[in-house]
């Protein structure tokens, strides 16, 4: 009997359907794996702002890990917004009791409209409770200025962040390099086990589509995991997949202000 590549998302609705929940399992799908949930939070928002978020209780979060793990099972497991110190300690604890591997973490502070998505109370627990049981972490430059508690805004500053990120108990850390003052896009991955450093060059893609850019890359990453592969080949992967995503999102319009990217651009027939 076959069965499927197995992808479990842990974060946030977004009822706009850009970013959060939405373009997780959307990504499981184009890259062919059977997305799986357990919803953190349950946002009002659009392609302009954030109107609301309403917390799901952790422990009915945990009920919600506890269903999935105990029929369904999983390969990979990305880890979107998770806005309370409780909400970190449930998750973990949840990935620990079901041996769970092939952990994917996208430190979601602020939304694409600027919206505070992460308690300030929070970055303890996600630095102490969450980040040392991880297999990557996918910050942007702002979400690990953060975490280090200084700023990273240079290409030299990436190389340094890169590896004291992974101090903090990581194996393996994808820094985002879209908001450098650059022409370019390029990201860095330092993979701790053989102290490397490798950049993943990226064209800098004008567009207003790119509201959900970070929960795509993670969950693109994610689901090639999930699919076997090792870190750098789904991480290689997962960079050309949201750059394809990118530029075939720059002619739709949607909404009135930072669109989705196109996560099914390999599947569905131009309009």
């Not at 197995?6 to 794996?33: E, H, N, P, W």
């Not at 620990?96 to 591997?101: G, Q």
Request: proline share 4%.
């Amino acid at each position: 009997m076959k069965s499927y590549y197995r992808a479990l998302t842990i974060a946030g609705s977004d009822s706009g359907g850009g970013a959060g929940i939405q373009a997780d399992l959307k990504t499981f799908s184009a890259l062919g794996c059977f997305g799986m949930s357990a919803i953190t939070a349950l946002t009002a928002q659009n392609t302009r702002t954030v109107t609301g978020i309403f917390p799901v209780p952790p422990e009915f979060i945990g009920r919600q890990i506890d269903a999935v793990m105990e029929d369904i099972g999983t390969n990979a497991v990305k880890i979107g917004m998770l806005h309370s110190p409780e909400v970190i300690e449930i998750v973990a604890r949840k990935l620990v009791h079901w041996k769970t591997s092939n952990i994917v973490l996208d430190p979601v502070m602020i939304s694409k409209s600027g919206d505070k998505l992460l308690r300030d109370d929070a970055v303890k627990a996600l630095k102490n409770v969450l980040i040392p049981g991880v297999t990557i972490i996918t910050p942007n430059l702002p979400e690990a200025s953060v975490l280090l508690g200084w700023e990273v805004t240079t290409r030299e500053d990436m190389d340094r962040a890169a590896m004291e990120l992974a101090t903090l108990g990581c194996d393996n850390v994808l820094l985002k390099g879209g908001h450098l003052d650059h022409e370019d896009s390029s990201d860095l991955l330092y993979q701790k086990s053989t102290d490397t450093l490798t950049t993943l060059p990226g064209s800098r893609i004008n567009t207003i589509n790119s509201h959900g850019t970070g929960c795509t890359l993670s969950s693109a990453l994610c689901a090639g995991l999930a699919r076997g592969m090792d870190i750098e080949t789904a991480v290689q992967n997962a960079k050309s997949y949201i750059t394809g995503a990118l530029l075939a999102g720059i002619d739709y319009k949607t909404g009135k202000g930072h669109g989705p990217v196109n996560h099914f651009y390999n599947i569905w027939p131009e309009k």
